[in-house]
């Protein structure tokens, strides 16, 4: 038991230090190419931190372990707002930007209430359990494409504003070195801490589904967590915000679509409507609360934290 803290803290510390080479290595390499830095934080920062998801999913579906497989991804979404983002406020709220509000949050719920349809199959056909195919898995991606279009949009209007991107930190190549090894020390980091805080949860007798939702995901979404406070802190706004939404939309299409796409189908009963509700709720609130006045406060961020809990007790209770 002591081994195992013990090495979940160097994760954690681990994660810190590669989170503050992974942010100043991103806004670089976005200046050099004289793109905004939310553009890096849609994409460079939110896939890559999403890289445990990834990883968890396939070997989920390829063990036949669908409660894990949906876990990863509607537990790592609703987290990632009620409690990555909250947690980054509580530290140092920040502004959000109006695109943000316009334009991505609105893309996020889209593609949230997407998947909430796909999760219908009791209610459409009677099933016994929710399940997604194959022709489910390509839709995910067919939303996952608008997500795209969208992104070449910004580039497109980045590049009518090259004159107000800062002067870049570090050269290209330094900037992608210190991408690499960020990206590398988080994920492994995070294998760290979730490894073995999910033996110590195992030891203790939890269940497959509160693990998937609150071990699992909380420690996969360590990257998020510790990437969007640095990049808080060094008032890079636009990348934190980024990340958590194209971490979202990064991983319902993709964590969740592109395993059972290629795969096949994927089926869970420990997952119902309500979990999805919940994910719907935490993208509904992240927009109220940006759309009102342009910033989270602390007591939203609290407010978030609040719903987290309530799921949580749901579930034990469940």
């Not at 669908?66 to 509580?90: C, E, K, M, R, W």
């Not at 890079?236 to 964590?255: P, T, Y």
């Given at each position: ?299 939203e961020a609290i407010a978030f934290l609040a719903i987290y809990v309530a799921y949580v007790g749901y579930?034990?209770?469940?």
């Amino acid at each position: 038991m002591l081994l195992n803290i013990g090495l979940a803290v160097a994760g954690f510390v681990m994660l810190i230090k590669c989170a503050d080479i992974f942010v100043d290595g991103s806004a670089s390499l976005a200046r050099n190419f004289k793109i905004s830095t939310a553009i890096i934080g849609l994409t460079i920062v939110a896939f890559g931190t999403s890289a445990p998801e990834i990883a968890i999913s396939f070997n989920s579906h390829l063990s036949g372990n669908n409660d894990l497989l949906f876990g990863n991804v509607i537990g790592s979404s609703i987290t990632n707002i009620l409690v990555i983002l909250a947690v980054a406020i509580l530290v140092k709220p920040f502004k959000i930007e109006l695109d943000v509000i316009r334009k991505q949050i609105p893309i996020l719920l889209w593609v949230t209430l997407g998947l909430s349809v796909l999760f219908l199959d009791p209610f459409l056909n009677g099933a016994t359990t929710h399940s997604l195919s194959r022709a489910d898995g390509a839709v995910l991606l067919l939303f996952f494409s608008i997500f795209v279009y969208y992104l070449i949009t910004i580039l497109k209007a980045d590049k009518e504003k090259e004159s107000l991107i800062e002067a870049p930190k570090y050269k290209r190549t330094k900037s992608v070195w210190l991408i690499l090894l960020g990206l590398a020390g988080i994920i492994f980091g995070s294998n760290l801490v979730v490894n073995h805080v999910e033996q110590l949860a195992t030891s203790i007798g939890i269940s497959q589904k509160i693990i998937s939702v609150t071990v699992i995901s909380i420690g996969t979404s360590l990257p998020e967590l510790v990437t969007i406070i640095v990049a808080g802190k060094k008032g890079e706004n636009k990348m934190a915000i980024g990340s958590i939404i194209g971490g979202n939309i990064f991983n319902i299409c993709i964590v969740l679509g592109l395993p059972i796409l290629i795969l096949g189908e994927a089926a869970t009963m420990a997952f119902t409507f309500i979990d999805v509700i919940f994910m719907i709720l935490a993208a509904v609130l992240l927009w109220l609360f940006s759309a009102t006045s342009r910033e989270i406060k602390r007591l939203e961020a609290i407010a978030f934290l609040a719903i987290y809990v309530a799921y949580v007790g749901y579930i034990i209770i469940q």
